[in-house]
């Protein structure tokens, strides 16, 4: 492990995180400390401003659609993996969707205090942020969504297990695939889900996430091995670590075409000064992968 540092105080760090998160995947395991953490919200906004929230759980569905060339007007829309509350669906169902169902193996308090609040949030930036889509009184923040049965569906199951009985004109998702437990099965369900002509549009973070941000090197998440990293985070949703070739493999084997958008590199020094250190499999992957610091996918049936 003493390798995986540039010095004694690196790796110390390091073998330090490894305790934690493994602590924390074992306690995820105890029933009663598992229904009490997912209680907890996961969308924190502690690291970002009102504005980055806003943009990040609320808007950026919507502005990745459109960048992608995709109208949402009278369309029928899933999101998987929406988070706490549904602020992306409020949003795309404002720029005029026709319904959107949200699908989260760990559904939030939608209609809680809290998520109120975001709503009256969204509303509140609306005309400024989007001035080409008028907000529409129907869509009243404080009876949204419980009051819209007929617009708001939730589907509380994994995506990878989920049992398929509508499909859709757009199937998204936005830092979810990194997260998710197989993504063969992720690709071969957004299949499933997506009607003949429509698309799926998914932005995969490949980037460090929780305690492995705090490193000056970004790939330090990819220096344990693969059975050392299920140790730590099999209970917990952690990032499979799944790189961007790999994505596009999944998709492809699923039988869907796609294009990419938006994507987002580290230096390509980075790669090289780190892959001695990483985990055996990362080794041999080709640089233009590892490089990747997030992408969108565009994906339509071949």
């Known amino acids: 492990m003493a390798s995986w540092g540039a010095d004694t105080a690196v790796a110390s760090s390091l073998i330090g995180d490894v305790c934690r998160e493994t602590a924390k995947n074992v306690a995820m395991k105890v029933p009663a400390l598992r229904?009490?953490?997912?209680?907890?919200?996961?969308?924190?906004?502690?690291?970002?401003?009102?504005?980055?929230?806003?943009?990040?759980?609320?808007?950026?569905?919507?502005?990745?659609?459109?960048?992608?060339?995709?109208?949402?007007?009278?369309?029928?829309?899933?999101?998987?993996?929406?988070?706490?509350?549904?602020?992306?669906?409020?949003?795309?169902?404002?720029?005029?969707?026709?319904?959107?169902?949200?699908?989260?193996?760990?559904?939030g308090d939608y209609s809680g205090p809290r998520a109120k609040d975001r709503y009256r949030a969204v509303r509140d930036a609306w005309a400024d942020r989007f001035p080409e889509f008028p907000w529409s009184d129907e869509l009243d923040v404080e009876r949204f969504p419980e009051e819209f049965p007929d617009r708001v569906r939730t589907i509380a199951a994994p995506i990878e297990e989920i049992a398929v009985d509508e499909r859709f004109?757009?199937?998204?998702?936005?830092?979810?695939?990194?997260?998710?437990?197989?993504?063969?099965?992720?690709?071969?369900?957004?299949?499933?889900?997506?009607?003949?002509?429509?698309?799926?549009?998914?932005?995969?973070?490949?980037?460090?996430?929780?305690p492995w941000r705090k490193y000056a090197d970004p790939f330090a998440f990819l220096y344990p091995p693969d059975w050392?990293?299920?140790?730590?985070?099999?209970?917990?949703?952690?990032?499979?670590?799944?790189?961007?070739?790999?994505?596009?493999?999944?998709?492809?084997?699923?039988?869907?075409?796609?294009?990419?958008?938006?994507r987002e590199l580290f230096d390509n020094g980075i790669v090289e000064r780190s892959r001695r250190r990483l985990a055996r499999r990362f080794q041999d992957m080709p640089a233009y992968s590892l490089r990747v610091r997030a992408l969108t996918y565009v994906c339509r049936v071949s």
């Open 35 to 107: 229904r009490r953490r997912l209680k907890r919200p996961r969308t924190s906004d502690q690291d970002t401003t009102p504005d980055e929230w806003i943009e990040r759980y609320a808007f950026q569905p919507l502005r990745a659609l459109l960048a992608a060339g995709e109208p949402v007007a009278g369309k029928r829309i899933a999101e998987i993996g929406p988070g706490d509350q549904l602020t992306s669906g409020l949003a795309l169902l404002v720029a005029g969707a026709s319904s959107y169902t949200a699908i989260d193996r760990f559904p």
């Open 169 to 210: 004109d757009m199937v998204c998702s936005f830092q979810v695939g990194e997260h998710v437990s197989n993504i063969r099965s992720f690709a071969v369900k957004t299949r499933a889900l997506t009607a003949p002509g429509g698309v799926a549009v998914h932005r995969v973070d490949f980037g460090p996430h929780g």
């Open 228 to 262: 050392l990293w299920r140790i730590m985070g099999s209970e917990r949703g952690v990032p499979n670590r799944h790189r961007a070739h790999e994505f596009a493999e999944a998709f492809a084997s699923a039988g869907l075409q796609t294009r990419e958008l938006e």
